[in-house]
Nanobody
Framework: QVQLVESGGGLVQVGGSLRLSCAAS????????IAWYRQAPGKQREWVAE???????TYADSVKRRFTISRDDAKNTVYLQMANLKPEDTAVYYC?????WGQGTQVTVSS
């Protein structure tokens, strides 16, 4: 079954860190780019970062130098390491690949 499952969200203070995980079924992980998106209350979903199957990474300007996306081929998992978190990073974070979406994980940054 084609599947993406996010985890690792939570409540963190401004300036703190969190690591999100996206576990993918092998059929997705092996062949596709995997991306993280986020959606804040009342706002449109926005692209955050992505990693290709060859490991190339790109980031939205708003998270560049604070977030790091990586992949573990042995675990079919993509990570989003988030540092120096800001209140505007509060959102539900989703991973996506090949038009398949996970269920999302909530990140709340308190000031």
């Amino acid at each position: 079954q084609v599947q993406l499952v996010e985890s690792g969200g939570g409540l963190v203070q401004v300036g703190g860190s969190l690591r999100l995980s996206c576990a993918a079924s092998e059929s997705i992980f092996r062949f596709n780019t995997i991306a993280w998106y986020r959606q804040a209350p009342g706002k449109q979903r926005e692209w955050v970062a992505e990693v290709t199957r060859l490991g190339w990474t790109t980031y939205a300007d708003s998270v560049k130098r604070r977030f790091t996306i990586s992949r573990d081929d042995a675990k079919n998992t993509v990570y989003l390491q988030m540092a120096n978190l800001k209140p505007e990073d509060t959102a539900v974070y989703y991973c996506e690949s090949g038009a398949v979406w996970g269920q999302g994980t909530q990140v709340t940054v308190s000031s």
